[in-house]
């Protein structure tokens, strides 16, 4: 008898990264021709494939305005809206940073049957934005996108106080750090 040990050939492993690779690559060039198709309405997407629609103010897009010629375009009506200006608010920030207080104060965009209402709850708006903005921290307040990210927080905020279709918006006045 042979004391010989056989061994099982050992295949080499297929490398699954020409196909990750390329996998990966496809993603990226259909989301991109996608994307591309669609925002240049190739592929039309809702009613109107050349114009879109944001917060109720129609957009023409640039092939439509070639063909509109010299017709003068009317703005679409802004609705009945009110403003409810809110009392500023001074928060203190935590001893440990360099800013010690912001002042902060904001109008709120209503519709105008809604005024009275939000009129009359505006304590308790007061009281969300103050315990919202006492919660954050400097950074929070000092990056590039904070104000844009801070307004939509808020806001949000803000309508689910005040109930559905109330509050169309927060007009920051004032927001100063010192």
């Not at 950074?139 to 927080?153: C, E, K, M, N």
Request: net charge neutral.
């Amino acid at each position: 008898m042979s004391d010989a040990v056989t061994t099982p050939e050992v295949k080499p492993q297929k490398s699954g990264k020409r196909l990750l690779i390329l996998a990966v690559f496809l993603a990226l060039a259909g989301g991109g021709g996608g994307f591309f198709a669609v925002s240049t309405g190739l592929i039309p997407l809702g009613k109107h494939a050349g114009d879109s629609q944001t917060n109720g103010v129609l957009h023409r897009g640039e092939n439509d305005h070639d063909q509109a010629g010299s017709q003068s375009e009317t703005p679409l009506p802004l609705g009945d809206i009110a403003f409810v200006a809110m009392d500023p608010i001074t928060i203190s920030l935590s001893p440990s940073q360099t800013a010690q207080h912001l002042r902060f104060r904001a109008q709120l965009e209503v519709n105008a049957e809604y005024e009275q209402e939000v009129v009359a709850i505006l304590p308790r708006v007061t009281d969300v934005m103050n315990s919202y903005l006492r919660a954050l921290e400097l950074s929070d307040l000092t990056g590039p996108l904070a104000l844009v990210r801070l307004r939509a927080q808020m806001l949000r905020r803000v309508q689910i106080v005040a109930g559905k279709g109330r509050v169309r918006d927060i007009l920051v006045m004032e927001f100063v750090l010192n």
